[in-house]
């Protein structure tokens, strides 16, 4: 932005500039220049009133006499803190790290932060504000006037709790704006607002869950309102639930997203039905935070027809322990719809001021890991690797019998029509019991090999994993936002229902204890009753033995996490060659991964290197690792041979499922 008769600066702070960038984007011009400060400095603009787009850019590009990696600032508009102690080289490495996580080879170089502000003053005043003795820097702030109506009315609060927010003058800052299953809409395709519109991919937990479908023909808005809500271009592209074996799985399509606890957020969720010309063909539930936020959804009918723009409102809050929001959509199996299909076209994220704040301090080590939000982020499983071994340590399962039929004795009960019989638990046992028989002792059959808890036994994992045939697909009977369904059978036979919780949210847990404590004190025939929950084995940041043991092979500390009864009995050399392999057989991309053939001669070079440490302490003769392998020595060591380029490939594929554990596997095939 340069000054002009509307724009004053305070003061003018360090002009710097750079002939050229680490990679390019259609703001180039903006990013080769940007204003440092290293005390308070304002914009003040005058005549603007009314709602607006408000962002700023920032692209860290290296200077002379400031390093940008230690600049900290805060940025203040109108007496609104939007940002605190704002670190943009971490927040952009940040950023790039879980896109690289997802599997993307993606990744960015500049950082900009939108906000929707409603000034009231004919003045708008932008402070910025160094860090103590720190510095920062501004690219470019653009300022675009709303137009129409993007926000108005109340919203009502996911799960029907029956609280709503007035979302008239309320300040947001956009923490995520998709194009489902289409491409990145880049601003100039926005022309009204200006907005760019990122691809979904990288934010879905397993992509091929839905498939992108495309459709550009005559699509219109439901509303004329809602001209300025999305441009026209995010309703032709959309994802649905239309592979089959998703569909025969009831799997959900799922997006996660990071947020900052303790704010409020609006979800905005764009529709239009691309497929079907008539209603009750597509009908699916939504799901936030693993509550049900609508079920009975047929665009169709919301929106009036197909081809027909529409878009849906939610809000629900993250409490202080809550960096994740989770949504999901899936099929409504109970709504009799002709196809058990969902789809959706794009989605919006919105964070709500409160008490005149928008900002959160967050803070990175040297590994670019958010310090701040570490405590409550949940890896998502993956079931293969290092260890070799499927570690599924959030489970929680909730067991409930299905107890057989059986006639009933006391003649009290004769007139009642027949039912599932509850399993009540009495002293640490199960006792079967009568329906409306008062006073039966019943027959007590004690089920599962640890002792009982408040709400019932404690099976182990060998146990259900057992009595789920390794929680096979085939045996799922249901599923909603807080997990699968299993039908199983525990000792003797005896049918129960195994819910797999989805491990990825901690509110979603902490509500269903609630909601199966309740439900463990009722008694009734049509309620199948708790028996057994799993205590989890393992703390949260050691779920998957692939996944924990990535981390630290990242940060090269894989030693810390060797079983200390081998301290001294390897060569820390070979450990840390078999880590590089490892790491490099899991990589998500296929084409980084090795041949089997260079698997091989690694796998025969570490043994080499170990056997050769080993004879070095046995015969307390020192010679080094090329040593180990520059040819064929008395203690029997022979040369490898680098492979050829003749080798055979090996495809690994990396299949990840997004039921409760999220087990992830790598499958070898040449």
Known sequence: MAPDSNVTLSSPGVVASTSALSASSNYDPLYKTARIFTASLNYTIKGVQGNYFVRFHFCPFETNDYNVNESSFGVVVNGLKLLSEFDVPGKISHKNMNLQSSGKNSSSFFLIKEYILAVDADMLVIEFVPTGSSFGFINAIEIVP??????????SKVGGSGGSINLNGREMETMYRLNVGGPEIESNEDPNLWRTWEVDSSYMITENAGSAIKNSSNITYASMNDTSVAPLLVYETARAMSNTQVLDKR???SWKFEVDPDFDYLVRLHFCELMYDKSNERIFRIYINN???????????RAGGMNKAYHQDHFDSASSRIDTLWVQLGPDTAAGAAG????????EIFKLSRNG???????????????????????VGIGAGLASVAVIACIVVLVFCFCRRRKKESNDTKNNSPGWRPLFLYGGAAVNSTVGAKGSAGTQKLYGSVASTRVGKRFTLAEITAATNNFDDSLVIGVGGFGKVYKGEIEDGVPAAIKRANPQSEQGLAEFETEIEMLSKLRHRHLVSLIAVINPTLPKDQINLAEWAMRWQRQRSLDKIIDPHLKGNYCPESLSKFGEIAEKCLADDGKSRPTMGEVLWHLEYVLQLHEAWLNMNNTETSFSSSQAISGPKDGGLEVMQEPSSQDEEVGLDLKQTTDGGGDKEVNAAI
């Open 146 to 155: 709303v137009v129409g109506e993007l926000f108005s009315g109340s919203v």
């Open 291 to 301: 509550r049900t936020a609508a079920d009975n959804f047929d665009i169709f009918v």
């Open 357 to 379: 704040n928008l900002a959160y301090v967050e803070r990175y080590n040297s590994a670019d890991n958010s310090v701040s939000k570490s405590k409550a982020r949940i890896w």
């Open 251 to 253: 799997f959900n399509m």
């Open 340 to 347: 058990t299909d969902a789809l959706l076209n794009g989605l």
